[in-house]
């Protein structure tokens, strides 16, 4: 059994079909990243799975669990978490009361002070800076933030929405290289972003979003090598 299932699901703005039958398997251990060009679906489909946008219809499973129905907080609960794009810290707060807030799961807030000192280890910017407001960060300081702030709730699954938006290119390596120290942890990891030249190298598996639909999946390998992909988003022949 897939760690989460999303089976057929339909979203709508009003009278705008954002999603189409949309069906994702995702197992445990993996990191699938999610492409499409701007406007395909892709933020959509990660906000619809968080319980943020209620689906018209579909099903969305978590171990088996349906999911569809639930709040945001109850999702966060059962151990699926959103690094939303644009980030969406607490600017005014300190780094550390924004990773206080981010381990309040019944799970997690036992060892709330225990997982602050590891986030702090694993992100030593974040350590020198627990008294700094979110807001005065730099942009990769504030997507380590971000990241922290969900690894606090001890999740099973990371969605994590364009991570590397408008980062430098040394900046977005070492964000990629901490998605996969935290997938070496044992957390799974669902990507949308827009490096996909970086982020098919990073991924176990990939799926293709346009216009709404799932168009191609597959090995990120073997998506990296498909004539479409390589022509609509790697610039290549």
Do not use: C, W
């Amino acid at each position: 059994m897939s760690l989460l299932s999303v089976r057929n699901l339909n979203v709508s703005y009003g009278d705008f079909k954002a999603l189409h039958g949309v069906s994702l398997e995702v197992d445990e251990g993996e990191i699938v990243v999610i492409v499409g060009a701007n406007g395909a679906g892709k933020t959509t489909t990660m906000n619809s799975i968080a319980g943020i946008l209620r689906a018209r219809s579909g099903e969305i499973l978590l171990s088996g669990e349906h999911i569809e129905r639930k709040s945001p907080r109850e999702i966060v609960e059962r151990g699926l978490v959103l690094v939303p794009e644009g980030r969406h810290l607490f600017a005014e707060m300190t780094v550390q009361e924004n990773l206080l807030v981010g381990g309040q799961t019944a799970r997690s807030r036992r060892r709330l002070h225990v997982n602050v000192r590891t986030m702090e280890e694993r992100f030593p910017i974040l350590g020198r800076r627990r008294g700094q407001a979110a807001g005065t960060l730099s942009g990769g300081e504030q997507q380590m933030l971000a990241i922290a702030r969900a690894l606090m709730s001890e999740p099973r699954i990371l969605l994590m929405d364009e991570p590397s938006i408008g980062l430098s290119p040394l900046l977005t390596a070492q964000i990629f290289a901490m998605i996969r120290e935290v997938n070496q942890t044992g957390i799974t990891v669902i990507l949308v972003e827009q490096n996909v030249v970086q982020s098919l190298a990073l991924a176990t598996r990939a799926y293709v979003i346009a216009e709404g639909r799932v168009v191609l999946q597959g090995l990120a390998a073997e998506i990296r090598g498909h004539a479409d992909v390589k022509r609509a988003y790697l610039g290549e022949a």
